[in-house]
């Protein structure tokens, strides 16, 4: 099966790394606007050759959208235009609605599936590519009854090889629920950065305070910033909503700090702590998932 992935950072490169280990890709063809990122995929062994973008299409059997979201819902009509007839093209976006709403009506809709692989690190690039990234995460699926039974099946076995488990979703859902338990995480890294980059410019030692519970804080905040500005902007309706909400309990928890009450904001804490047992089972869900696989 002649695959092409494009998008050759951590996303697309992994998934390409995946598909050669599983043999699913016979030939693994890849396609990046950035030359040198094209050339250091071939370099690390991600994909076999890279191809100019109307070739990879037009003789693909599979092919694997791995860019930015904005970039995605612009390329995709195009992508369905020009693919063969029992092609299947895969998309690994981070928001639904205005994806789907892109090709909506295209007649070759049939041959796309809306998918969301959660996974990740806060690297970017081919560099930052490796096998198992995808292993034990929940993959979503949108608008299954769009796809057709023959493109639904082989997205499900593919990410079943990458040893996930699919979940199915509307696209408004897909994106409310994701802009509490991802966008919002990754707004307060940036945000709680900038503050504390703000405060080091007066004074200069907060660094050196700086320690582990700080760095997993803001570890997303070196994210690429070319990926999340359009994830945050196409999901700006959801992610408003989220962010409302987060800056309500903030001030609560401000009144409360200064009004000295500790009571009170111990009862928070203790509150907010319930997250651990929802965030334990996920972790055993996820551990026996990769056991069985």
Same mark, same amino acid.
């Given at each position: $099966?002649?695959?092409?992935?494009?998008?050759?950072?951590?996303?697309?490169?992994? #998934?390409?790394?995946?598909?050669?280990?599983?043999?699913?890709?016979?030939?693994?063809?890849?396609?990046?606007?950035?030359?040198?990122?094209?050339?250091?995929?071939?370099?690390?062994?991600?994909?076999?050759?890279?191809?100019?973008?109307?070739?990879?299409?037009?003789?693909?059997?599979?092919?694997?959208?791995?860019?930015?979201?904005?970039?995605?819902?612009?390329?995709?009509?195009?992508?369905?235009?020009?693919?063969?007839? *029992?092609?299947?093209?895969?998309?690994?976006?981070?928001?639904? %609605?205005?994806?789907?709403?892109?090709?909506?009506?295209?007649?070759?809709?049939?041959?796309? !599936?809306?998918?969301?692989?959660?996974?990740?690190?806060?690297?970017?690039?081919?560099?930052?590519?490796?096998?198992?990234?995808?292993?034990?995460?929940?993959?979503?699926?949108?608008?299954?009854?769009?796809?057709?039974?023959?493109?639904?099946?082989?997205?499900?076995?593919?990410?079943?090889?990458?040893? $996930? &488990?699919? #979940?199915?979703?509307?696209?408004?859902?897909?994106?409310?629920?994701?802009?509490?338990?991802?966008?919002?995480?990754?707004?307060?890294?940036?945000?709680?950065?900038?503050? !504390?980059?703000?405060?080091? %410019?007066?004074? *200069?030692?907060?660094?050196?305070?700086?320690?582990?519970?700080?760095?997993?804080?803001? %570890?997303?905040?070196?994210?690429?910033?070319? $990926?999340?500005?359009?994830?945050?902007?196409?999901?700006?309706?959801?992610? &408003?909503?989220?962010?409302?909400?987060?800056?309500?309990?903030?001030?609560?928890?401000?009144?409360?700090?200064?009004?000295?009450?500790?009571?009170?904001?111990?009862?928070?804490?203790?509150?907010?702590?319930?997250? %651990? =047992?929802?965030?334990?089972?996920?972790?055993?869900?996820?551990?026996?998932?990769?056991? =069985?696989?």
């Amino acid at each position: $099966m002649k695959t092409t992935v494009i998008g050759l950072g951590l996303i697309g490169g992994s #998934i390409a790394l995946d598909l050669r280990k599983a043999g699913i890709a016979t030939e693994l063809v890849g396609v990046d606007l950035n030359g040198a990122n094209a050339a250091k995929a071939v370099t690390l062994g991600l994909v076999d050759s890279i191809e100019s973008e109307g070739t990879a299409i037009t003789t693909s059997d599979l092919i694997i959208l791995a860019i930015p979201v904005n970039a995605l819902a612009q390329l995709l009509p195009s992508v369905l235009d020009s693919i063969k007839k *029992k092609a299947v093209v895969i998309d690994t976006g981070s928001t639904k %609605r205005m994806i789907c709403r892109a090709i909506a009506n295209h007649p070759n809709r049939g041959q796309f !599936v809306a998918s969301h692989p959660i996974a990740g690190t806060e690297n970017s690039g081919p560099e930052a590519a490796f096998e198992g990234l995808f292993r034990g995460k929940t993959n979503i699926i949108c608008e299954k009854e769009k796809s057709s039974k023959e493109a639904l099946e082989l997205a499900e076995r593919i990410f079943t090889v990458l040893g $996930m &488990s699919t #979940i199915f979703m509307e696209p408004e859902e897909h994106d409310k629920h994701v802009a509490y338990v991802s966008h919002l995480s990754h707004v307060s890294s940036f945000l709680l950065g900038q503050t !504390v980059l703000d405060i080091e %410019r007066d004074e *200069k030692n907060i660094f050196a305070l700086a320690g582990s519970g700080f760095a997993s804080t803001v %570890r997303l905040a070196k994210s690429s910033p070319d $990926m999340w500005a359009p994830i945050f902007e196409q999901n700006s309706e959801y992610l &408003s909503q989220a962010l409302l909400e987060y800056i309500m309990h903030l001030q609560k928890f401000q009144y409360f700090l200064m009004k000295r009450d500790g009571k009170e904001l111990q009862r928070i804490m203790k509150d907010a702590n319930r997250i %651990r =047992e929802i965030l334990n089972g996920i972790e055993y869900k996820q551990t026996k998932l990769v056991q =069985e696989k």
